[in-house]
């Protein structure tokens, strides 16, 4: 996805994007994702559950839980869900800092 900046946005696309993207259906744009080719949107690809872990770890980095309290005050399924994501959004840094050589 390094080709679209690694952003993507559903409510950027006309239908003529989501077309092309593969919204729908398979589009005519390839994607890279983990060295492979896909003719779909890879935001078509994220559950509703997962979206919302997204979302939820992009408030736990702002410091906000969603629970009053600390760390001991929060679910099981997030605490889980928000290490799940932090290891790997920090492989994906790692491996954009090796390749540009920071």
């Not at 993207?21 to 890879?42: A, Y």
Request: proline share 3%; glycine share 8%.
């Amino acid at each position: 996805m390094s080709e679209w900046g690694g952003k993507l946005d559903c409510h950027t696309c006309d239908d003529e994007m989501r077309r092309q993207r593969g919204h729908d259906r398979e589009g005519i744009v390839p994607f890279l994702v983990d060295k492979k080719r896909i003719f779909r949107c890879p935001l078509t690809q994220i559950t509703a559950q997962s979206y919302e872990f997204i979302k939820a770890y992009s408030f736990y980095e702002k410091g906000f839980l969603p629970n009053a309290g600390g760390w001991l005050d929060q679910s099981n399924k997030f605490v889980q869900g928000i290490l799940v994501l932090d290891n790997t959004f920090n492989k994906i840094r790692n491996k954009e800092l090796d390749k540009n050589g920071k």
